[in-house]
């Protein structure tokens, strides 16, 4: 292998890749920008008498979220639009957001549906899922060989 000098600057702004990049015909219709998605993390504990769900989403209210059990399933759903002005005598600049996910989950069969409660708080959505009075935390230590 052999180590060549080079002079000038470094290829990365030689190629023109910045004019590329920058060219909003080919960046903002690239199909990247169309596969991003935003999905929470959620942490789920088993306790004796329900599942608990915590969902990160910082930044939303309450009345943002959309929660559904249907057929052993939850989903929950959230969708989120905003725009913020600033006028000056020289300019004006506006931006607009906007925020949308859903996740589902299978239920297990030993959830109370009808009884399910859901609280937001600290950027935290919380939901809990009782279980039916027979339902025992079904747990098996598994030890790796």
């Known amino acids: ?51 608990e769900l915590e969902v990160a989403a910082p930044g939303l209210d309450k009345k943002d979220f959309n929660i559904t059990v249907d057929n052993g399933v939850l989903t929950i759903a959230c969708e989120k639009e905003g725009s913020k002005e600033e006028k000056d005598k020289n300019y004006t600049r506006k931006e607009y957001s906007y925020t949308n996910f859903a996740r589902s989950f299978t239920l297990p069969d030993n959830i109370k549906s009808d009884e399910v409660i859901a609280k937001y708080e600290n950027g935290i959505l919380h939901i809990t899922l009782p279980k039916t009075e027979g339902a025992r935390v079904r747990g098996k230590s598994v030890k790796v060989e």
């Open 1 to 51: 292998m052999a180590l060549i000098k080079r002079t000038g600057l470094p290829l990365l702004f030689n190629e023109g890749w910045l004019t590329d990049l920058f060219d909003s015909e080919r960046f903002f219709d690239s199909g990247w920008m169309k596969r991003i998605q935003v999905v929470p993390s959620v942490n789920i504990v088993e306790k004796e008498k329900a599942f």
